[in-house]
């Protein structure tokens, strides 16, 4: 059974960062694309970063370009988020997903994880 487990959330100041995990119980990176989705209360879940299977092409929402970075090691099934330079608005819940990448976003998940909290303190 295919299980993504999102770590390293937490509560940090604006201006601050965290990397968040994505370990996966099975290879289910390959060949599929993964990627990252946020949800604030009250909002629709959003497209954050993703990265190919290959890991050769990222994409990125525009609002966390150039602060975010997305990497995955495949060795490891482990998928990464370095968040930089934070915001009260990155505030959500972050949700890893494998799926399908189309016109640069994650248009389509197969599999999510549950999710962990980011909170970021003006």
């Known amino acids: 059974q295919v299980q993504l487990v999102e770590s390293g959330g937490g509560l940090v100041q604006a201006g601050g960062s965290l990397r968040l995990s994505c370990a996966a119980s099975?290879?289910?990176?390959?060949?599929?694309?993964v990627g990252w989705f946020r949800q604030a209360p009250g909002m629709e879940r959003e497209f954050v970063a993703a990265?190919?299977?290959?890991?050769?092409?990222?994409y990125y929402a525009d609002s966390v370009k150039d602060r975010f970075t997305i990497s995955r090691d495949s060795a490891k099934n482990t998928l990464y988020l370095q968040m930089n330079r934070l915001k009260p608005e990155d505030t959500a819940v972050y949700y890893c997903?494998?799926?399908?990448?189309?016109?640069?976003?994650?248009?389509?998940?197969?599999?999510w994880g549950r999710g962990t909290q980011v909170t970021v303190s003006s």
């Open positions: 997903a494998t799926g399908l990448i189309t016109d640069h976003t994650m248009s389509t998940a197969y599999y």
């Open positions: 099975v290879r289910t990176f390959t060949p599929y694309a």
């Open positions: 990265i190919t299977w290959s890991g050769t092409s990222t």
